[in-house]
């Protein structure tokens, strides 16, 4: 008798503890689901009590009529030259990202030049421009510097001599970065010598809080990007381009967080192609 009534009270406590244990567990569910519920209550608070937001999202979201360009395929000289995603040319839009694909930094300036023809007429064009030239002056700097006049504005182009002069010195190895273009394309990290994916891809995407402005001074809208590396602490790399009324190409009017020292290598740069 006294056997039976144990186990009965065994019994009862086992179906007590589960049923607390199941209350609290349903206790911490709904409370997960309570607060996730009050966060999105609080995001719409917030958008609602700061128009600013809802008119950059509609903003954002205004269509383009003009001539941007979603996706190009070309080749120069046996050369694969692609870009997938359209970014505007007079619309802000925050959202917007584009990958420009290359199997080869140009090796002559008049390869330059027909790379440029198909890129050159997009703003994320002159970025990717940019990072071959940057190549091409560490294999070449005449060769790269004439890449970079064409490429840039004047007032840009004298700072960016300026600073590839002193980071592409190879003479100083504590200071030079030979391997800056590298660093710019997917894949390339220190810890693995900047050794980008292959096909190299670079990646820009819109600058999300950096409206476009109109600019008396380079005569055309300036469009602010950003170029997506993991070669520095802080892996979205401004840059601005802008297009000079009357100009078919688009070219770099600032960007010093391109040529700014990336980390330091860990291992041998191996080059690009």
């Known amino acids: 008798m006294k056997l039976n009534m144990l186990k009965m009270t065994a019994v009862a406590l086992m179906l007590l503890f589960?049923?607390?244990?199941?209350?609290?567990?349903?206790?911490?569910?709904?409370?997960?689901?309570?607060?996730?519920?009050?966060?999105?209550?609080?995001?719409?608070?917030?958008q609602v009590a700061n128009p600013r937001n809802i008119a950059d999202e509609i903003e954002s979201a205004v269509?383009?009529?003009?001539?941007?360009?979603?996706?190009?395929e070309f080749s120069v000289n046996g050369h694969n030259y692609k870009l997938d995603g359209k970014i505007n040319h007079q619309n802000w839009s925050?959202?917007?990202?584009?990958?420009?694909?290359?199997?080869?930094?140009?090796?002559?300036?008049?390869?330059?030049?027909?790379?440029?023809?198909?890129?050159?007429?997009?703003?994320?064009?002159?970025?990717?421009?940019?990072?071959?030239?940057?190549?091409?002056y560490r294999r070449d700097p005449a060769l790269g510097t004439e890449a970079l006049q064409l490429n840039n504005t004047s007032t840009n182009y004298s700072s960016t001599m300026r600073q590839l002069k002193q980071v592409m010195n190879e003479d100083d190895p504590s200071y030079a970065r030979p391997y800056l273009a590298?660093?710019?394309?997917?894949?390339?990290?220190?810890?693995?010598?900047?050794t980008p994916k292959y096909p190299y891809e670079a990646k820009i995407q819109v600058n999300p809080v950096s409206k476009y402005q109109e600019s008396e001074i380079l005569d055309g809208t300036v469009i602010y990007l950003q170029v997506i590396s993991e070669g520095w602490d802080t892996n979205q790399r401004g840059v601005e381009v802008v297009r000079p009324d009357g100009e078919d190409y688009y070219v770099v009017s600032n960007c010093p967080a391109m040529?700014?020292?990336?980390?330091?290598?860990?291992?041998?740069?191996?080059?690009?192609?």
Do not use: W
């Open 94 to 136: 925050k959202h917007q990202k584009s990958t420009i694909t290359f199997t080869n930094v140009p090796a002559t300036i008049e390869e330059f030049k027909k790379v440029r023809d198909k890129l050159g007429r997009e703003p994320q064009g002159a970025v990717a421009l940019q990072i071959m030239a940057f190549e091409m």
């Open 182 to 194: 590298a660093a710019l394309l997917q894949g390339a990290k220190n810890t693995n010598a900047y």
């Open 63 to 72: 269509p383009e009529k003009g001539d941007a360009q979603s996706k190009i």
């Open 18 to 46: 589960g049923a607390s244990t199941a209350n609290a567990q349903f206790g911490s569910l709904k409370a997960r689901v309570k607060n996730s519920v009050e966060q999105k209550a609080r995001q719409k608070a917030s």
């Open 259 to 273: 040529y700014t020292q990336c980390k330091k290598i860990k291992g041998t740069f191996q080059g690009l192609k």
